[in-house]
């Protein structure tokens, strides 16, 4: 089991320019989940699938969006990228976003280092 | 608004030393979590906790629940370098995950 899978690893934009972050789970888990991650504020969502075929906006949604694809993969797309975006993006999975207990647990992937010049 | 504050937000230590570190908030949370993160990688499930007053054992690591569900500690005994990282807390209420944003630890051999 690969778990959680992100491409690509590192990328470096101008602003302006767009791009998709992929994503990919073989946990047959149904809720999926973008986050980024910037020195002092921690971890923030932009968006989530709880299941497939619905998508929410998270704590931090503009100048994003999602597609959930198919059960296994959700793809995050910057359409115009701005110096604001430069992060570390990690998206994550897990069982049911629904429910409390472990089914929340999240599963997360090794990350997409961006950078927005 | 910060619902989960960490504290300390960075220590740095002896190996062989205990600490604890905290995650409060003034909401009550249905479960909590602890992630460790390493550098260049993402974060890592260490533990559930459910119960008000709940603990968990994790080889050296313990975590407690508060009675009240609003916050967590998790105690180190014997910090090894290989503990080095950054622990995260993360609050589950109303069905949403909330992520404090973390402890850094240095362990010094």
């Known amino acids: 089991n690969a778990g959680v899978t992100q491409t690509p690893k590192f990328q470096v934009l101008k602003t302006g320019q767009s791009m998709t972050l992929q994503c990919a789970q073989d946990?047959?888990?149904?809720?999926m989940y973008w986050y980024r991650q910037d020195p002092g504020m921690g971890l923030r969502l932009i968006y989530y699938?709880?299941?497939?075929?619905?998508?929410d906006k998270g704590e931090v949604p503009n100048g994003y969006n999602v597609s959930r694809l198919n059960k296994r993969e959700f793809s995050l797309r910057l359409e115009s990228a701005a110096p604001s975006q430069t992060s570390v993006y990690f998206c994550?999975?897990?069982?049911?976003?629904?429910?409390?207990?472990?089914?929340?647990?999240?599963?997360f992937g090794p990350g997409t280092r961006l950078t927005v010049l | 608004t910060q619902l989960l504050e960490q504290s300390p937000q960075f220590l740095s230590i002896q190996e062989g030393e205990n600490l604890t570190v905290y995650c409060n908030s003034s909401?009550?949370?249905?479960?909590l979590q602890w992630y460790r993160q390493e550098p260049g990688e993402g974060p890592v499930l260490l533990v559930t906790?459910?119960?008000?007053?709940e603990v968990k054992k994790l080889k050296r690591l313990t975590f407690q629940f508060g009675d009240a569900r609003k916050d967590s500690s998790l105690h180190i005994t014997a910090a090894q370098p290989g503990d080095t990282g950054l622990y995260l807390c993360?609050?589950?209420?109303?069905?949403?995950?909330?992520f404090g944003k973390g402890t850094r630890l240095h362990i010094l051999p």
């Open positions: 994550a999975s897990s069982v049911s976003g629904t429910s409390g207990g472990p089914y929340n647990e999240q599963f």
């Open positions: 946990m047959n888990h149904n809720s």
């Open positions: 699938s709880a299941s497939e075929g619905t998508t």
């Open positions: 909401s009550v949370f249905s479960s």
């Open positions: 906790v459910v119960t008000g007053g």
């Open positions: 993360a609050g589950v209420r109303f069905g949403k995950i909330i």
